[in-house]
């Protein structure tokens, strides 16, 4: 167990919904990262918050949007959704010691749009 | 742009073999950090190494070891005395120094170790 929780598990709703993915990070990290992982992309970074404020931005799409909530919990929001939004979609949160950043894995989301 | 490959698509050993998982990455940056990431069949993603490209001293955990030769931009990753639990799919993955939570990851290399 790596102490990053994710929810739902499992996502089923149709084509054009609405969705919102959660992700609890360890105790203490301050850093959350969302990627997504589909057959056609692979795993794809999406973006990083850190302690409340974006880091860094990669392939999200604007129908998709993320916030760092205070308590430091994340939540990934993804609209108008469409049949290649089907993945598993991963949270991470990390810590950064001497001996470099180290991240930890929630157990992912696999959503699936009909 | 940045780039990972990972030509070896899938690999296959028998328990005990040693096995090296290929990685070669291009990218512009003269800084930057490299990882590997392995997925087990359970699908969860499990963390293995961050390394920066000014470190190129080769890096060796228990079983593991991972040899960075930025003259030939690869970062390779070797399984040394293999078991059927490192039955895998491996990532490699690149990003920038200046922006190191946007990662590249190549297509991924599945490994099956056979008792």
């Known amino acids: 167990d790596s102490g990053v929780t994710q929810t739902p598990k499992h996502l089923i709703t149709a084509t054009g919904q609405r969705v919102t993915l959660r992700c609890s990070p360890r105790?203490?990290?301050?850093?959350v990262y969302w990627y997504q992982q589909s057959l056609d992309q692979g795993l794809q970074f999406l973006i990083q918050?850190?302690?409340?404020?974006?880091?860094a931005k990669g392939n999200i799409l604007e129908r998709f949007s993320a916030q760092q909530f205070p308590d430091l919990h994340s939540e990934l929001n993804l609209s108008s959704l469409e049949l290649g939004d089907s993945a598993l979609y991963f949270c991470?949160?990390?810590?950064?010691?001497?001996?470099?950043?180290?991240?930890?894995f929630g157990p992912g989301t696999r959503l699936l749009v009909l | 742009a940045q780039k990972v490959t990972q030509a070896q698509t899938e690999i296959s050993v028998v328990e005990k073999e040693d096995v090296t998982l290929d990685c070669v990455y291009e990218?512009?940056?003269?800084?930057?950090?490299l990882f590997w990431y392995k997925q087990p069949p359970s699908g969860e993603l499990v963390f293995l190494i961050r390394?920066?490209?000014?470190?190129?001293q080769n890096e060796i955990s228990g079983r593991y070891s991972w040899n960075f030769q930025k003259s030939t931009s690869s970062f390779n990753f070797t399984i040394t005395a293999s078991q059927v639990v490192d039955s895998a799919v491996y990532f490699c993955?690149?990003?920038?120094?200046?922006?190191?939570?946007?990662?590249?990851f190549g297509d991924g290399t599945t490994l099956t170790v056979k008792p």
């Open positions: 991470a949160s990390s810590v950064v010691s001497g001996e470099g950043e180290t991240q930890y």
């Open positions: 105790s203490g990290d301050l850093s």
């Open positions: 918050y850190y302690n409340g404020e974006e880091r």
């Open positions: 990218t512009r940056d003269t800084t930057y950090y």
């Open positions: 390394r920066n490209s000014f470190d190129e």
């Open positions: 993955a690149l990003s920038s120094y200046t922006n190191a939570g946007k990662s590249t």
